[in-house]
């Protein structure tokens, strides 16, 4: 896209000057370089004076040329974007980095007029379009330049975290080198608790959104299958922070230190790979244990449930799969009313399918003992061949 300044060409007093200003770059970039040094930003920032000088001398070269029309290599057309790059490796902020950009039209539109006749600087007040047009050109192409190279280092620091993190939450048991490695990159206290939750990875930008909203330290990072969110110092009294509740999680217990994350992690995850599917989240471990040791132990679960349940495949599939809802929501919350509630039916009706559960298995759920073998038969596949249409 050319702009009307750029359609017309530069009186030949422009070309002059500028002319005048290419044989004397030394000394330009010098007094620009001297008002560069003033800018507090870059007093703070360890930039070579080789390179300070050449990227000043090229970027003013770039600048001179688009104001008198001059042809501009190939390499001065990729000048912009490399300083913007260099300046985002360097650390340079971005608001002290456009402020010295823009300082440029002051020091040529200055050193321009000083150095003008009558008919000159006619000529560049009448041009101060393309002076301003040029540095913008410059400027927007600093900018992206610096933009595109903090989100390259960005992604790249999401990739070694990533590698790093992974490493880490592989090991049984990972040493302090690594351990003491990852607290550093990740700004994460060493002896501090740790909650470890896991979810999936289409949950994560909700996650981060409520981390942010809710001012907590707590971090999220994509694993391969579910992100890993890991919450320095939980609240001893409230296991599930305020920002987490309703997202599907599930929770470990507590890891007393970032050490012991890992195990942590590998019983969030696993709660996340086999109990998640089963019941409503978020989950603990206290509520998904069943569907872990089914996962680990699947003979001894299967003849568990053969043993406990075997009385009910006098009942259809629809029958069995009643009283199994009824049951599993009453061990839920031990409540007849809550369970009622919640399956929208009557107190009594709840009363009765428990009643005939009991009946037909030998299992009270009201019992503390039954109800732990009702819990890991529930949690062990369905072998039943239907027997009959018995109903409640």
């Not at 070579?48 to 003013?60: G, K, M």
């Not at 069943?290 to 006098?314: N, Y």
Request: aromatic share 4%; proline share 7%; glycine share 8%.
């Amino acid at each position: 896209m050319h702009t009307q300044s750029a359609e017309v060409p530069p009186p030949p007093e422009l070309r002059e000057l500028v002319g005048w200003c290419l044989g004397n770059m030394e000394t330009l970039a010098q007094g620009y370089l001297d008002q560069l040094r003033a800018i507090e930003g870059y007093t703070h920032v360890d930039i070579p004076e080789d390179d300070l000088h050449d990227t000043t001398t090229e970027a003013l070269e770039l600048i001179l040329r688009k104001v008198a029309g001059l042809p501009v290599s190939t390499h001065l057309e990729t000048v912009s974007e490399s300083i913007g790059r260099r300046r985002a490796v360097q650390g340079v902020p971005l608001e002290v980095l456009l402020q010295a950009v823009r300082m440029v039209f002051r020091l040529l539109w200055t050193t321009l007029r000083g150095q003008a006749d009558t008919a000159q600087r006619n000529a560049l007040n009448d041009s101060a379009v393309r002076l301003w047009e040029a540095i913008e050109y410059h400027t927007v192409r600093v900018h992206a330049g610096y933009l595109n190279e903090v989100s390259q280092m960005a992604r790249n620091r999401e990739t070694h975290i990533a590698v790093m993190l992974s490493g880490f939450l592989d090991r049984e048991r990972p040493g302090p080198a690594l351990t003491m490695q990852l607290s550093h990159t990740l700004g994460l206290p060493g002896e501090s608790p740790y909650l470890v939750m896991a979810a999936p990875l289409t949950a994560m930008s909700d996650v981060r959104h409520r981390i942010a909203n809710a001012g907590s330290r707590a971090q999220v990072h994509a694993r391969a299958d579910s992100a890993v969110i890991l919450v320095p110092n939980p609240r001893p009294q409230r296991l599930l922070p305020h920002w987490a509740e309703g997202l599907p999680v599930t929770i470990a217990p507590v890891a007393p230190r970032l050490a012991d994350v890992p195990g942590a992690w590998r019983l969030a995850h696993d709660l996340f790979v086999t109990a998640a599917p089963r019941g409503p989240l978020p989950l603990t471990l206290s509520e998904g244990w069943p569907a872990l040791v089914a996962a680990s132990l699947p003979e001894l679960t299967a003849a568990i449930r053969s043993d406990a349940l075997g009385g009910m495949g006098v009942l259809s599939e629809t029958g069995r799969g009643q009283l199994f809802q009824t049951v599993e929501t009453y061990l839920r919350s031990g409540s007849l009313s809550g369970t009622a509630e919640a399956l929208v039916c009557h107190r009594n009706t709840v009363l009765k399918r428990l009643s005939r559960f009991k009946d037909l298995t030998g299992l009270d759920p009201a019992t503390p003992w039954d109800a732990a073998t009702v819990r890991i038969a529930l949690a062990a596949p369905d072998g039943y061949q239907d027997q009959g249409e018995a109903g409640e």
